[in-house]
């Protein structure tokens, strides 16, 4: 095989992958974008609405690059600049270097490709075959990402059965960082977990009884270390937390405030 038929093979199988994986990036943030609200633009500064601007321009490339290759590897590689160019630390998150890769393999991909097929020889492309396996393979992952982000809780859940380890008494406080708000700063936790997955005890001034825990994440959840592997629900709160020997974090949501949660076992 001569060079040219080599980088050829290499640019339309690298248009492909770069092309598939732009696509499941476009698609995890606006997953986020749909999940959290989009954000208050004209509250913003004009550096966190430059942020904004850099992040979905990264994204949005990555799918024009599907009609436009090489104006969308640019564009998408002109927004991850301006990340780099607002913060520094994007450089070190695979969310934003991973889509920057891409954008890069988009370029030079465009570049081989634009230059023509091998001089000698059929061009050769991807066979159908392994496209559309790719394809399904691809919409199969979607689909168990869209379960995982919007099912509550997500399909394929195991019920809980508790375990020692879980099951007692377990005490701590909820805290709202640096953020400001009308509620409390800090609040008061106790919960005590039973054998059979009850959960009873006070969040600040509110006790409450009959409250539940359960898993709140798949296999492919675990697989992917997204989302609290716990949920505890009861007295108009939602607490996600993570076991850590005999300590317990996470996030509680009482009232429609955010508090960071940390508990130990009592």
Known sequence: MTLAAATWRAAIVGRWTARIVGTLMALFFLAFVVGEGPPPLFKLSWQQNLQFLGMA??????????KWEGWGGLAALVSFALLLAIDRRFNTTWFFLLPAGAAVVHVLCWWRIASGPPAAGTAWEVPRTALWLTGAAVG?????????????????TPALRPSAELVGRWHGQADTGLRQTASPRYI?????????????GHVGDRAFTGGRIANNRSWFGALMHWRDPYEIRGGGFDAGTILRG????????????????TLRKQ
Do not use: H, K
Request: hydrophobic share 55%.
């Open 246 to 261: 005999q300590e317990m974090d996470g996030g509680l949501v009482l009232a429609g405030e955010s508090y960071r949660l």
């Open 188 to 200: 008061e936790v106790d919960f005590s977990i039973a054998a059979d997955g009850t959960v009873s």
């Open 57 to 66: 321009g990264l994204f949005l490339g990555l799918l024009l690059a599907w």
């Open 140 to 156: 199969v992952f979607i689909l168990l990402c869209a379960n995982e982000i919007f099912g509550q809780p997500p399909l394929m």
